[in-house]
């Protein structure tokens, strides 16, 4: 031993560089508690490293998703599951944003990568459900973290999602009602689906006017439109009014008035405005219209010999309103009522040979009809 400070100081520093190392109790130059403090300092070095490695894994993956959707976490475990790790050399200098977003078919994912060479563009993939678009965008995220890695790595993803072909996009209902007054709905980020309901139907019932207190048997063909706004949550609006065009045939019916008869029959056409409190593409629609409609009359009158003594085609014009009910029974198939009204805006009559009058049609004609149809 030397009494020199210096050498002191030296030993001392030796002493303790070996109690890191080894058992403390072989060497009683320096104090065992002192042993304990170097031991939990070195401990908690070695867990230190692997959370600070992790938390700069993390810091590289900006990630966004609905509620219900798979966590930050999960997400991680499935790019690493395919061999993507966010710590791996390619991924240093690299931002991964992630986001999922609703959307009107299900789902839509989307990768971007943000470097000091610049932004990647956006790399989506689509699913129908949340689950099945994080793994398939897992995949994704997995080659670009392990571009060089086998194929076979990414063969583990479920079946119902693939990366490179969006899942067939089933059309969902159509629902809403016309609005009286403006409304403010507030909308989650995601796709807005501009969408129509288009329906083709066939009417036929009786019509009373055309000939003053007597039937006449009318087909209706009509094709209507509704347009629809559906919102990435799935909920759907009505827009506005709803178009309808008609072309009906009035079917020649022959009325016996005294002595003689008249051959009445026509054709018209009219468009209208419809309003609905109710639409729904796979239940029950309920339409308030106003039309306006013009035709052609053809009558033809014989006495009781049958000799004809007046033919003639007249005009004639017609503003009208009616209600109308219908049910969707199936995907493509639907029955109807309708219940209308119509005021002519010139009558129609048929003359006897000395010029008097034989018939004249009502001012006001009503009508009652039942239909089926079809909507896509």
């Not at 989307?110 to 994080?134: I, M």
């Not at 689906?193 to 009417?203: G, K, V, Y």
């Not at 002519?344 to 009508?367: F, K, N």
Request: charged fraction near 20%.
């Amino acid at each position: 031993m030397t009494n020199d400070p210096s050498s002191r100081k030296i030993i001392t520093s030796a002493c303790v560089f070996v109690i890191a190392v080894t058992a403390a109790f072989h060497y009683l130059c320096v104090n065992r508690r002192y042993v304990a403090y170097f031991r939990v300092l070195l401990l908690g070095a070695v867990f230190a490293l692997p959370s600070s490695a992790l938390a700069q894994a993390a810091a590289r993956l900006h990630y966004t998703a609905p509620a219900g959707c798979p966590a930050q976490a999960e997400f991680e475990a499935a790019v690493a599951a395919r061999g993507g790790q966010f710590d791996s050399e390619p991924a240093r200098d690299s931002a991964f944003d992630v986001s999922i977003n609703a959307a009107v078919e299900g789902f839509r994912a989307s990768l971007t990568v943000r470097s000091a060479t610049g932004t990647s563009n956006p790399r989506e993939v689509r699913a129908a459900s949340c689950d099945a678009v994080a793994d398939a965008l897992a995949v994704v995220t997995a080659i670009a973290l392990n571009p060089d890695a086998p194929a076979d790595i990414w063969s583990e993803p479920r079946s119902d999602a693939r990366p490179s072909a969006p899942p067939k996009i089933t059309r969902p209902a159509l629902r809403g009602g016309a609005d009286l007054a403006p409304r403010v709905v507030h909308v989650d980020a995601g796709e807005l689906r501009l969408d129509h309901a288009l329906a083709l139907e066939a009417f036929a019932g009786p019509v009373i006017g055309f000939v003053s207190g007597r039937a006449s048997e009318r087909l209706d063909i009509t094709a209507s439109r509704a347009n629809f706004v559906s919102l990435p949550s799935g909920q759907s609006y009505l827009l506005g009014t709803i178009v309808r065009l008609r072309g009906s045939v009035l079917f020649n019916r022959t009325y016996r008035l005294g002595d003689f008869s008249s051959e009445v029959g026509g054709q018209e056409v009219g468009a209208s405005l419809c309003f609905s409190p109710h639409y729904d593409t796979d239940g029950w629609v309920l339409l308030g219209c106003a039309e306006i409609s013009a035709g052609l009359l053809a009558l033809r009158t014989k006495d009781a010999t049958g000799k004809v003594t007046q033919d003639k085609t007249q005009g004639f014009g017609a503003l009208g309103l009616s209600i109308e009910t219908s049910y969707n029974l199936a995907a493509h198939f639907q029955l109807g009522l309708r219940l209308g009204a119509q005021t002519l805006t010139s009558r129609t009559t048929a003359e006897r040979p000395d010029g008097s009058e034989l018939l004249r049609s009502s001012g006001v004609m009503a009508s009652g009809m039942l239909g089926v149809g079809t909507h896509f």
